[in-house]
């Protein structure tokens, strides 16, 4: 996370999509490998719907944004790469609902469309994608979903910001299947594992979350100091929803 920075988006390109005042955002970089785009964005719109419940304002930002300036801003390791950033702050509007595709566009059903399937692409049309090209297909064989690309700039990216959507459903129980069946399997990273919040993440939540610098750039009902107690509510409020 790059905070207080107005370099990256004090462009041509950044003007041309539209930004203005954004000083702080998110980096979103991974080891090179044929997968790493489709992870970056399976977990940066979690991390971009995450911020929204905290009352932020996120945007996706793949071109209009400085590269260079973004890379002197972070420590890369060899054989990483920078896809795009999350733009991070309060917007002066809250946006607009974009234009959005049918679902009968984005799919491919034989026989009648079971309702558990059309939550989830109703919940997959409200995923942001580059330029909103929405250039995805879901395939529905019995109870076992895919879905692929149909091209398009940072068609990888979208696919797992859709995937993302997809599986917020699933977690709601609507989907049916086991993981086995399902495309959304949790990812396993080289260097770490995303899973569900535990008590013991207290004490490291109480001793990252303690830092003048995360409070400055927060609404006020972020405490600073940032003490265990407030720690233990936050992780057990995660873990009771």
Request: net charge positive.
């Amino acid at each position: 996370m790059v905070i207080d920075e107005p370099k990256a988006f004090d462009s041509f390109m950044a003007r041309y999509g539209k930004f203005r005042g954004v000083r702080n955002y998110i980096a979103l970089i991974g080891q090179k490998s044929s997968a790493l785009d489709e992870k970056i964005g399976y977990y940066g719109e979690r991390i971009a719907l995450y911020a929204q419940t905290l009352g932020l304002n996120t945007c996706w930002v793949a071109m209009t944004f400085s590269k260079s300036v973004t890379k002197s801003q972070c420590k890369m390791k060899s054989g990483e790469k920078l896809i795009c950033v999350l733009a991070l702050g309060y917007g002066e509007t809250q946006g607009v609902q974009h234009k959005s595709k049918k679902i009968e566009d984005v799919c491919t059903v034989h026989g009648e469309m079971p309702v558990w399937f059309k939550s989830g692409l109703e919940a997959a049309l409200l995923a942001p994608t580059a330029t909103n090209q929405q250039n995805f297909l879901f395939s529905l064989e019995g109870n076992s979903v895919s879905v692929k690309s149909t091209g398009g700039f940072y068609a990888k990216v979208d696919l797992g910001i859709v995937k993302y959507h997809l599986s917020l459903v699933r977690e709601r129980n609507i989907l049916p299947g086991n993981p086995e069946q399902c495309l959304l399997e949790r990812y396993k990273m080289k260097d770490f594992i995303l899973r569900e919040w535990r008590e013991e993440d207290i004490e490291t939540i109480a001793k990252a979350a303690n830092n003048p610098r995360i409070a400055q750039n927060l609404r006020n009902t972020f405490p600073y100091p940032y003490t265990p107690e407030a720690a233990r509510w936050y992780v057990n409020d995660c873990i009771s929803h």
